[in-house]
């Protein structure tokens, strides 16, 4: 069973921030969280993961709660192509470790 | 670039008959591949984790028999679907994980663009 929880669906306006929230209330220490999202009928693209700290790459930004318990992803000014499934998972690390995905949050920006 | 590559995007093919599905780590060595079936709507579903040089690992209720998996070099690994019937029809993404220390794609899981199978 997947190991996070998200919000089904969420909207927002082009150009401003789209902040995904995750909940993973059971996360080990060793754990990362990891962050793809899916445009219809694509593979799984990878957006960032983290540890403990906060990160940022040219997609994103992850925020990582202090008790690790939960985590938010931010687009900071989110365009069309943005609209897609975003997921949210939990793993080891490990070259063997596999991931699970949950249902996701189905984010839709809008002009 | 696509680190990990998919082929083919997609086929078509008659039930009954055996359809294979390579899947590439392109920069870099994957001594394991994962592989994810994908119905309308619904999530990535890990159907069995491929090692190489070794048997493949099946999630509970695949059957091995009829998703044969080979992983015989570090940078492939095919998934051919055994006599094929419609309720096989899916989007089947495979996917993997570089190798620590290997030019940074450690940790990071890697997916290809998916191949959709029609069965008819």
């Known amino acids: 069973d997947a190991k996070t929880t998200q919000p089904p669906s969420m909207d927002c306006a082009e150009g401003r921030a789209a902040n995904l929230p995750c909940n993973h209330s059971?996360?080990?220490?060793?754990?990362?969280v990891y962050w793809y999202r899916q445009i219809h009928s694509q593979g799984p693209q990878y957006i960032i993961h983290?540890?403990?700290n906060n990160e940022t790459n040219e997609m994103a930004s992850l925020i990582i709660t202090e008790d690790r318990k939960s985590s938010t992803l931010i687009l900071p000014h989110a365009t069309l192509r943005d609209t897609a499934v975003y997921y949210c998972i939990v793993s080891p690390p490990g070259t063997a470790s596999k991931l699970t995905f949950g249902t996701g949050t189905r984010l839709q920006v809008t002009l | 670039g696509a680190v990990v590559s998919q082929h083919p995007s997609w086929v078509i093919c008659k039930s009954g008959t055996s359809v294979k599905i390579e899947c590439r780590s392109l920069d870099f060595q994957a001594t394991t591949m994962f592989w994810y079936r994908q119905f309308p709507k619904q999530s990535l579903m890990l159907m069995a984790t491929?090692?190489?040089?070794?048997?493949?690992?099946?999630e509970q209720g695949v059957e091995k028999d009829k998703f044969l998996i080979n992983h015989a070099s570090l940078t492939l690994s095919t998934l051919t679907v055994t006599s094929a019937h419609p309720e096989d029809s899916s989007f089947y993404i495979c996917s993997a994980r570089g190798i620590p220390g290997q030019g940074g794609f450690g940790e990071k899981l890697f997916f290809g663009s998916g191949t959709q199978l029609s069965v008819l």
């Open positions: 059971t996360i080990s220490g060793n754990e990362y």
């Open positions: 983290g540890l403990k």
């Open positions: 491929s090692n190489e040089g070794s048997k493949a690992t099946y």
